[in-house]
């Protein structure tokens, strides 16, 4: 059981696996799907220059996987947290799904963007709520502008969204927990580093990361088992 102590802060970065057991597949690792595609030739700025019908049609699916998916009790075991702890939580997650927000999460930093948002490739117009699909032969849509409507998602190549909120909640925390990332993508990979030297260092997943050797601490288990009970939370003062 995590104990938590009245002046801690929590960071916790959740990764594909926090979503696995709700029927999301995962990119790499036991069960790592998606597996009609190789994902720098969907989500990449240069497969959208390329081939923007192809990437639409794989977020299409996404969107589709996504939209029938529940939150499980990992996610909820979070969103339980949050009501704990208030703004001395920090959930910064690299999915893209909605589950952390359907279970209740109301401070949830996304990243690597958000799958049920789009915008446009050209012009400033903000971000918005956007669930369609476009399959081929359908058109792909496009802004006022001319420019084309894209997902509103971080691909390989581009800059991660609220890396300034991010870094400074890294530096004032004192716990940090990753579940369900296999700790290669940059640069979500190298937040334990960043915090390793002052930072309780948890782990929660079923197989070790790739950046395991910088966590004090693994729990080897699935996040939907783990998460409830580690974080159930004691009698710990706020
Ligand atoms: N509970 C916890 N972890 C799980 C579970 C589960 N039930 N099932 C699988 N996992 C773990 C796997 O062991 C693996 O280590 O989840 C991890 C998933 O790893 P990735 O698929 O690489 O996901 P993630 O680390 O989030 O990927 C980072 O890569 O392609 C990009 O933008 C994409 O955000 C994604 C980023």
Redesign the pocket.
């Known amino acids: 059981m995590l104990a938590i102590s009245p002046t801690d802060r929590v960071f916790v970065l959740?990764?594909?696996?926090?979503s696995?057991?709700s029927g999301i597949p995962?990119?790499?690792?036991?069960?790592?799907l998606w597996r009609n595609y190789r994902?720098e030739e969907v989500?990449s700025p240069h497969a959208w220059r390329r081939d923007p019908r192809l990437v639409w049609e794989f977020y299409s699916m996404r969107r589709r996987v996504a939209g029938a998916a529940k939150p499980n009790s990992?996610h909820l075991a979070l969103a339980k947290l949050e009501q704990k702890l208030q703004d001395r939580l920090f959930l910064c997650t690299?999915?893209?799904d909605d589950l952390h927000e359907q279970s209740g999460s109301m401070r949830v930093v996304h990243m690597?963007g958000e799958l049920f948002k789009s915008r446009c490739d050209r012009c400033s117009r903000p971000p918005f709520h956007d669930t369609n699909t476009y399959d081929p032969p359908a058109e792909l849509p496009r802004c006022e502008c001319g420019g084309r409507i894209r997902p509103h998602?971080?691909w390989?190549g581009e800059v991660p969204f609220e890396s300034e909120r991010i870094f400074r909640a890294l530096d004032e925390c004192t716990i940090f927990m990753a579940?369900?990332?296999?700790?290669?993508?940059e640069p979500?990979a190298s937040f334990v580093a960043h915090v390793s030297d002052r930072a309780r260092t948890i782990y929660?997943?079923?197989?070790e990361?790739a950046n395991l050797s910088a966590f004090t601490e693994c729990h080897l288990?699935?996040?939907?088992e783990?998460l409830p009970e580690f974080l159930a939370l004691q009698t710990w003062k706020i």
């Open positions: 959740t990764g594909a696996g926090v696995a057991e995962t990119f790499r690792g036991v069960g790592g994902i989500a990992a690299q999915n893209v690597h998602i971080c390989f579940v369900g990332t296999s700790g290669v993508v979500a929660v997943g079923p197989e990361p288990g699935k996040a939907g783990v």
